[in-house]
């Protein structure tokens, strides 16, 4: 199969990013550089059939959009995943990759393309309620 990224308007990438924030559930850090226009949205394909997207944003040091920050490929396709990611980075020319921790899709990719990796925050998946209670303390609402 043949993998590009297609440099796109963000209305053509919508849909998918619909997918992509119900399937993750989870706080986007990120969410608002799309609508502020502070991104570039690459769609993926596999042979002309649309599967996914990646995001690119300005990184710390930078003025150029050179940090891959979202990245989405729907489930069917996902064991292409890892060349859709290396076709978005090289498309887009991104020298970096920021991601979330609980984005178990784009931590996989970091930890299998990437050298050099810093984190400097954590987030974890909250999976279980808990009944923690420490006496003489009330919470309140």
């Not at 990759?97 to 909250?126: G, K, M, Y």
């Amino acid at each position: 199969m043949s993998a590009k990224a297609i440099k796109a308007k963000l209305k053509a990438i919508q849909k998918l990013r619909a997918l992509f924030l119900q399937e993750t559930n989870f706080q986007i850090r990120y969410d608002a550089t799309h609508a502020r226009g502070w991104s570039d949205s690459y769609l993926l394909t596999l042979d002309d059939t649309e599967v996914g997207y990646a995001s690119l944003k300005t990184g710390d040091d930078s003025k150029a959009r050179d940090t891959l920050f979202e990245f989405f490929v729907v489930r069917p396709f996902r064991k292409h995943a890892a060349a859709l990611f290396r076709e978005g980075l090289a498309t887009g020319g991104a020298r970096h990759v920021e991601c979330q921790s609980n984005d178990r899709l784009l931590t996989s990719l970091l930890f299998e393309n990437a050298t050099d990796i810093h984190c400097d925050v954590t987030l974890f998946d909250d999976h279980a309620v808990t009944e923690h209670a420490i006496p003489g303390v009330v919470i309140r609402p």
